[in-house]
């Protein structure tokens, strides 16, 4: 795997309406990148900056992005690793392969975000010193 292309970055709080190729334009207001997909194929790519989705790094001269960028939807199905703002390029997933990271995705995101059935809707601080507390009994027992 090597890199053939390298992006560079903008920090904007909009994105704009045209896209330039070559720029990761990244909002951290609205915890969004995007940049035109690496492959030349012109499409718009949109990586939500958020827990389940992607994690930007950003060491004070390059951003990386993580996980890969898998363009399932797009023509080209392009898949590719931005690290450093180097294209670090990925081997082609077969369709089975997708469908299986689209459902482990899904069963993820289902277990995150399912209703608790212990919610009560107690007051949301006492709920956080719980949460501290019974982690601090994990590490300390008593």
Known sequence: M???MVFGYEFVELLPPELKAGVVYVSLEYGTAAHLCAC????????????MD???VFDGETISLYPSIGNWNL?????YWIRRNAIL????????????ARNHERVLQERV???????TGSDVEEEKEASVWSTLRKWWPL
């Open 75 to 79: 023509p080209c199905r392009s898949h």
């Open 113 to 119: 975000f399912e209703p608790n059935e212990s919610d």
């Open 89 to 100: 390029w990925a081997p082609r997933w077969s369709e089975a392969r997708v469908q299986r």
């Open 54 to 56: 992607w994690k930007l």
């Open 40 to 51: 030349g194929c012109g499409s718009k790519v949109v990586t939500p900056i958020r827990p």
């Open 2 to 4: 090597t890199a053939e």
